[in-house]
């Protein structure tokens, strides 16, 4: 396999909304992200992915975009995102940009002139039709709205107020691959792009994920752009399988680096109200995708590792125990990841394990998808009640990723001397980084360790390079696997699950790498509640 500079990476998302707010306005702002740079690199990770910062009404928190290339105030200057590209640059940290390009903001100057009439070139740059179909909106109703200046429909497949770009439009293509290059000029070393999977629809024949041009412009993108600056990208594509990830990320291609598939994400989601009607996790069901993912993905192709981000319960919350159990489980979750083969993503907060908020009031939220399906279901179309809306709400919904990062103990944990913009959740007091650096044993030391791991002369060629081998078990919750390169060989085995479960080991042990179970490892080795053993023989 042909090497590239970022395969031994491993990445940080900060949601700069809810990472550190330096002025007391209660949002979070990019002073705060170059503020907290030197805690970044005590992590050891070497990419930041920054949800968007640029010029938004705030509709979908920054992903309607107003102006590609200016800085939302809220979140400071182009000057303070250049010291930030600089200073970063200087703790050997790339920064990675979020590109969303689906769709912009109903505020964009493009979609202002193009709705004021038909014969302006801005109005291809957008969809419209005479007459709506029925293809509903990713967050409930119909994904068309009505102009009435026009008199013609025009297409979102989110919020009315993020109207879906027209990329069969080459004018259009041209000005985003000259934004694109702009960035690049600027420092930065990559994108993640937004619900790509979406830019090739055929909406006339009902498509929208997986169109039929896709490919061909992702390819015509990333050669006018990605592939000049050697850049880091992952794009999101919800529905990809194992061969759709092969056509994106194979450098034969020439399309990314990589994508963030949702099958693992998605497997116990409902087929009509998706993360709005779920059942418990099932651990043998989570174990064979991730063990597919691994093994039968093309040998050239490359894998994303994530269990959270921005619109996602955070992990031990929605499939672990975040009681008793939070640090033991999110170091369990951390460690299958990180041993696994691709790129690890860690959202912020999750180095400390993080959990889900119980905010009482559905007001208190402020999550538009979450205020647009509670009117859905509960109050138009009363297919469930409110409770059984809100206990959703409480393992899936996106502001449970949001709440304020938690520093400390002070105030707002520290997040903010202001009123911040979603209420923290109280549990700072016994969850934050200044406890975690304190503790030897925490939870931000392990994420520390697996990290070093990866970049390790002994173990990274293994872990970054290394075959993966699952290992048959008659036990759900026991991930056991081995990962192997040239003369290396390194046994993970994680209890995902309460129950206790065991193995037989009668080889010899050169190295214990990880073990967070105190666990005796002779001949028979018994993990309890989410223990992980990582060693190498
Ligand atoms: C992606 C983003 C999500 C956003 C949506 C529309 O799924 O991750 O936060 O709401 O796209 O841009």
New binding site residues.
Partial sequence: MQTKWWHNKVVYQIYPKSFNDTTGDGIGDIKGIIEKLEYLCFLGIDIIWLSPVYESPMK??G??IANYQKIDPSFGTMADMEQLIYEAKKHDISIVMDL?I??TSDQHPWFIKAKKNKRNKYRDYYIWRDEATDIGS?FGGSAWEFDETTDQYYFHL?TKE?PDLNWQNKKMRHDMYDMINWWFDKGIRGFRL??IDLIGKDIDNNITANGPRLHPLIKEMSNATFQKHDAFTVG?TWGASVDEAALYSNPSQQELSMIFQFEHITLNWHPEFNKFKTTPLNRLALKNILYKWQTEIHPNAWNSLFFN???LGRVTSRWGNDGIYNEQCAKAFATVLHMMKGTPFVYQGEEIAMTNVKYQHIDDYNDI?IHNRYHEYVIERQVMGQKEFMQQVYLNG?DNARTPMQWDKSINGGFSIGSPWLRPNSNYLFINVDDNLKQKNSVFYHYQKLIQLRKSDNYGNTLTYGSFIPKTTEYDNLFLFERHYEEKRIIVAVNLGEQSVSFNWENSIDEILINTGQIDYFKTVTLNAYDALVFAY
């Fill in positions: 979908d928190n992903y309607d969303v689906n769709h990713v989110f993020q937004d619900v999101e981000n921005h619109d998808e996106r």
